[in-house]
Structures are given as C-alpha cells and as structure tokens.
C-alpha cells in the first residue's frame, strides 16, 4: 500500500522567511496530493493541493510542486507570519478512483517566530 | 451551510467500556471516512462509506471497531471493551463522491483511563 514519508518534523524560521516542507510518496499509482493545515485542537484544513497532471501550483504565498518521476513533492510557504504556526500535514490519494482515502505523512510543527 | 459535525467533543471512558462517536457529514456528501489520530501523528485511515455501504474496512485496528451509516447520512463508530491504546482523536470526513477535498469535522477527542 501506499506509504508517506514527511519531513522535518520540526522547524523553526523568522517572520518573513520561507519554510519548505517534503514528502514522499511510494505508490505511483496516487495522482492527488493535498496539504492540510492542523492548529492545535482543531481540524484539518485544505490549505492547497496538486493532482498529478501539473507539476506545480501556487495560491498568493503558497505553492506546491510535484515531481512525479522521483515521487515527491513539496510545500512552500514563502514571507511567512505568525499565523503560519501550525502542524502541516501531506497526504496522498487515487483521485477519480473508486475510493480517495487519504494517506498522511507523519506531520510538520512550523513555528514562524516574531 | 454548516461542515461536518462530530459528537461528542471530548469522551473520557474506563477501560473496558464501550463508546459510541457520531459524525454528521455535509448534506448531499455521498462519501464519509472516519481517521484515527494518535497525539504527535498524522490522521491514519479506518474506513469508507458510500452512501451506506461500507465499501473499505481495512483500517479498523481491531474487531472491537464497528462503524454503520444506516441511512447514508450521520455515521456511528463504536468501539468495544475500550483499551487505553484506543486514546486518540477520531476524525470524520466527508466528500460529495469518490476523491477530493475531504472536509473534516472537529474530532472526537477520546481518553480511555
């Protein structure tokens, strides 16, 4: 089955740098890879996400890329605020399949400092 | 219109006790996933209804793990003769049909003492 690995698990950066996180995938078979948001307590929240059929994909200061040969894919998070702080999650899934269950990595804790 | 729904919020159990969590999907979402979130993890897949087939069980850790969405709608997880290794949030998810954006709803978050 399919199999996400995350990384850093932490990581710590300035007000107004940039945080870049990474995922692997190991089912070629998955085409659809989301990132959520997860502030402490509260649910997962779709922040972007990529189908495989693009390579890269940005909304205002976040953007994902997808290398689909080398089956990984990434987060940028660029002139980050306060309010980045949170667990960002990657997941991977078969979209248009019969199902979708999203398989997650094991999760980033951003702290973006003032 | 208002997201996904779970109840209760907090559930605090015995050892040995037997819960029953709730989610209220999205009107009109056809499919619903119910995850398992242990403290410092990602959200890790239970199980999948269609409408109110359940069409993927894989994920359930064990037998004492039961979930029904009778009427295609609000789903039941139970879970049997709680173990401390049950203690995790319970996340539910739904999305109008087969993949995509899944919403999710606040959790449940359970604590078998």
């Given at each position: 089955g399919e199999n996400v690995e995350q990384h850093p698990s932490t990581l710590s950066v300035q007000e107004g740098d940039s945080a870049v996180i990474k995922c692997t995938y190991s089912d070629?078979?998955?085409?659809y890879f989301p990132w959520y948001k997860q502030e402490l307590g509260k649910r997962p929240q779709l922040i972007i996400d990529i189908r495989s059929n693009v390579g890269e994909k940005k909304d205002q200061r976040i953007a994902v890329t997808l290398n689909k040969t080398a089956k990984h894919f990434s987060l940028h998070i660029t002139e980050?605020?306060?309010?980045?702080s949170a667990v960002y999650f990657c997941a991977a899934s078969i979209y248009g399949g019969s199902q979708g269950n999203l398989i997650f990595g094991k999760g980033t804790k951003l702290s973006v400092k003032p | 219109g208002a997201g996904v729904s779970q109840s209760p919020r907090y559930k605090v159990a015995k050892r040995g006790q037997d819960v029953a969590l709730r989610c209220d999907p999205i009107?009109?979402?056809?499919s619903l996933f119910w995850y398992q979130q242990a403290l410092g993890q990602g959200p890790e897949f239970l199980t999948y209804f269609q409408n109110e087939a359940q069409?993927?069980?894989?994920?359930?850790?064990?037998?004492r793990f039961f979930a029904e969405r009778p009427e295609g709608s609000v789903s039941t997880l139970k879970i049997q003769?709680?173990?401390?290794?049950?203690s995790a949030v319970y996340l539910c998810a739904s999305i109008?049909?087969?993949?995509?954006e899944q919403f999710f709803g606040p959790g449940t978050r359970l604590t078998v003492l």
């Open positions: 070629s078979a998955s085409n980050t605020q306060p309010e980045d | 009107s009109g979402h056809v069409l993927d069980k894989s994920g359930l850790p064990s037998d003769r709680t173990q401390q290794e049950d109008i049909q087969g993949a995509g």
